[in-house]
């Protein structure tokens, strides 16, 4: 069958790099005088990385924002859209977990089209209509970007975005392809620092990236090599960071097993419904990225396994062992690193599953599992076996 391969926009990924040397480069490429940092709070108010990067920029630097909350919330995005039209913004950069990133890229957007109220945000988000993805017209960010994840969700390496609707608990996802950043860079010596439940969860994450886009029903051969050799370097690094914390090392497989992950996303390969329930329950039930694939990714493995076993058994072998299922590898990874393997595990009372079920079904994953999902009924049914 005939795939195709989009290369991405994106120009450079620095791997094992300094990140103030790195970002000062980018900026330096760009000619940049108004630097815009989007940080993580907790970065801004216990390390130096901020003064860091100031210095190296010699001045550059504008402003700093460090008021992003969990799952982006449009509220939040909007208040930074506007500080970064205040500070005549020239380049961002972010320096964070996904949310931030996140951020980072729907500012930018939000610049391009003067959004300047969290409903602004109805005319641009993607919708699902009879079951097809339609993505609004939209000015082109014109800003560029450099991301420093501190996390491995890898949404540095994305075109797209989500944004959390608090009030009605649904995330919206907004695309563009100038959506992705110019460079990301990858620095081990600042992982340390994240919580461990929270590094090894988002690489699970990373992981349900690549193992999706091995499954997906729109692959190709480029994107599939990539989404193995993420599995294998991240199998092995997080296991390496769970019992050899300060491997600098084991961070740095991490690091590249997301970035690979990110190979299919950036070429247009389709994801499943671990991600589109994902998008569900955090949206909804506000359950951290990292571990909503934890929780849903070997149910979903299961639920495919009749429609794309052979799929399946190419996960199973960069696992290392193809006579184990692919599900099962999954699931003794998230038990082997210590991590949630049940919804009931994550705060998820009963009584919200039926919305998130509904939720579910407006995500533009769902309609491109690889065995259909027509119903809220069906996903309701995966909730009960992952709960």
């Known amino acids: 069958m005939a795939t195709i391969f989009n290369y991405p926009p994106m120009q450079r990924v620095h791997s094992g790099a300094s990140f103030a040397e790195a970002v000062t480069q980018e900026a330096d490429r760009a000619g940049a005088k108004r ?49 970064a039209r205040d500070a005549g913004t020239d380049f961002v950069v972010t320096l964070g977990g996904g949310s931030v990133t996140d951020a980072g890229k729907v500012v930018r957007l939000g610049l391009a089209n003067n959004l300047r109220q969290p409903d602004d945000f109805d005319r641009l988000a993607t919708r699902i209509v009879d079951g097809k993805r339609i993505i609004p017209q939209m000015e082109a960010p014109t800003v560029p970007m450099v991301c420093v994840p501190t996390t491995l969700s890898a949404g540095d390496f994305s075109s797209g975005a989500g944004v959390t609707d608090i009030a009605r608990g649904h995330k919206q996802a907004i695309y563009h392809v100038a959506m992705m950043a110019r460079a990301v860079v990858l620095d081990p010596s600042l992982s340390h620092r994240t919580p461990e439940w929270l590094w090894l969860s988002t690489g ?15 692959g190709n051969p480029f994107s599939e ?54 998008h569900a329950l955090g949206g909804a039930a506000k359950v951290p990225h990292g571990y909503t694939s934890c929780v849903m990714l070997p149910t979903v493995l299961r639920y495919n396994l009749s429609v794309n076993a052979a799929r399946q058994r190419l996960v199973s072998e960069a696992f290392g062992d193809a006579s184990i299922p692919a599900a099962d590898h999954v699931a003794n990874l998230v038990a082997d690193l210590g991590l949630p393997g049940r919804i ?31 119903n809220a009924a069906t996903v309701r049914s995966l909730l009960d076996q992952a709960w």
């Open 344 to 374: 009931r595990d994550t705060g998820v009372k009963p009584e919200q599953l039926d919305h998130i079920a509904e939720m579910a079904m407006h995500d533009r994953w769902i309609p491109t599992n690889p065995r259909p999902i027509t």
């Open 35 to 83: 630097v815009f940092l989007m940080v993580g709070g907790t970065i801004s108010r216990e390390t130096d990385w901020v003064d860091r990067l100031s210095r190296a920029l010699h001045g550059r630097m504008v402003a700093s924002w460090n008021r992003m909350s969990s799952h982006t919330p449009r509220g939040d995005v909007i208040e930074a859209t506007n500080a």
């Open 225 to 278: 090599g990539a989404s193995m050799q993420a599995l294998r370097l991240l199998s092995r690094g997080l296991r390496g960071v769970k019992q050899r914390p300060g491997d600098e090392s084991a961070y740095l497989d991490c690091l590249n097993g997301a970035w690979l992950s990110m190979v299919g996303s950036q070429s247009g390969v389709e994801k499943g419904a671990s991600h589109g329930i994902g």
């Open 204 to 218: 699970i994450r990373a992981v349900d990236h690549a193992v999706e886009d091995i499954c997906s029903v729109s």
